[in-house]
């Protein structure tokens, strides 16, 4: 199993994620950085840990206010050894196949921005997208026949609870599993990647064991709650 730090960008800086409720995201402070500049938070997570794969979410694109493409670029550059996974709002095949095409990293398709399930199936068909199934403490975001249909899935998805993100109580264990009985139930195994809750290192054994093929993580590394130790074990 992969640990991927994340990184939440809003207004120009890294901001501290909380329960999917972006109106109250605020610049982060973290000991790991002197700053909440980007490319300062991503250098204190690499200070952690030997990451591979850093995953981004462009929250102004995602609303359609803006956009950190500059600061990504910048990412990229800085860091070139990093795989950058790129929740920026995506919603055409056209935009994948050029973000892919420019080195600009991997496209990652939020199911809380898509419109409806045939704009699903036409993004999805670009190779090498990740799925990202939305929840938030009411249920699915997004089209539901995305969520159910698991024929439409690419070989990546993300299981993301919004809910629990920055929340510290725990994966949604059962989430994961009820994700990889409909991916088996239509023949399909694609890699499940838990986001949401994570508190600790037993969290991450947990998601191991249930078959997780990685974990998203923000809060927990940046208070120290998973040290360098075992993000190194995982990384």
Do not use: N
Not at 87 to 94: F, I, K, L, S, V
Not at 159 to 173: F, H, K, N, W
Not at 186 to 202: C, K, M, W
């Amino acid at each position: 199993m992969q640990l991927i730090p994340v990184v939440d960008l809003k207004g120009g800086c890294v901001v501290h994620a909380l329960r999917g409720d972006r109106d109250a995201y605020r610049p982060i402070h973290t000991p790991i950085a002197a700053t909440s500049a980007a490319k300062d938070v991503v250098a204190g997570l690499l200070a952690l840990a030997p990451f591979r794969t850093l995953y981004i979410a462009d929250l102004d694109a995602i609303a359609g206010t803006g956009g950190h493409g500059e600061v990504i670029e910048g990412l990229k550059a800085a860091f070139p050894h990093l795989d950058l996974w790129i929740d920026a709002g995506e919603t055409h095949a056209d935009q994948v196949r050029a973000r892919a095409a420019q080195g600009r990293g991997t496209s990652v398709i939020g199911t809380e921005t898509l419109p409806d399930v045939a704009a699903a199936r036409d993004v999805l068909a670009a190779t090498g997208a990740i799925l990202s199934l939305d929840h938030d403490a009411a249920g699915p975001r997004g089209p539901e026949g995305v969520h159910e249909d698991a024929a439409l899935w690419p070989e990546r998805v993300i299981v993301m609870t919004l809910a629990r993100v920055g929340s510290g109580e725990g994966p949604d264990l059962a989430a994961l599993a009820r994700t990889a009985a409909r991916a088996a139930a239509s023949g399909r195994h694609p890699l499940l990647y838990a986001a949401g809750g994570v508190r600790g290192p037993e969290d991450l054994d947990r998601l191991a064991a249930a078959g997780a093929a990685g974990v998203l993580v923000a809060s927990a590394l940046h208070d120290g709650r998973i040290g360098p130790d075992t993000a190194s074990r995982w990384a």
